[in-house]
């Protein structure tokens, strides 16, 4: 196993580290270990979750491509026109 060092940490970071450690029942060099493997494996979990929104985006570009569909402008422009109407019982347009 490699080691990793860490120098010029903050006194206060230190402190927190050494009391989150206590809390947990671990030794500060475990707390430490303990805080990255969280931090690291919750950037990979992140990482997976975009290539999921993304692989789902580019599935739903392909599935909708070429169709003659309203922009969103026009999409808001239309439930905006709506909201008024419902709201004064009239038009945007007077």
Do not use: K, Y
């Not at 009391?19 to 990482?47: F, K, M, T, V, Y």
């Not at 392909?62 to 422009?77: C, H, I, K, Y």
């Amino acid at each position: 196993m490699a080691t990793l060092t860490v120098r010029n940490l903050a006194d206060h970071l230190v402190r927190q580290l050494r009391i989150r450690a206590a809390e947990h029942g671990r030794s500060a060099e475990a707390e430490h270990r303990e805080i990255l493997r969280i931090a690291l494996s919750a950037s990979g979990n992140q990482q997976s979750e975009r290539n999921i929104v993304a692989d789902r985006l580019a599935e739903f570009r392909r599935t909708f491509a070429g169709r003659d569909l309203p922009s969103v402008a026009e999409l808001l422009q239309e439930s905006r026109a709506g909201r008024v109407t419902l709201l004064t019982g009239q038009n945007e347009n007077g």
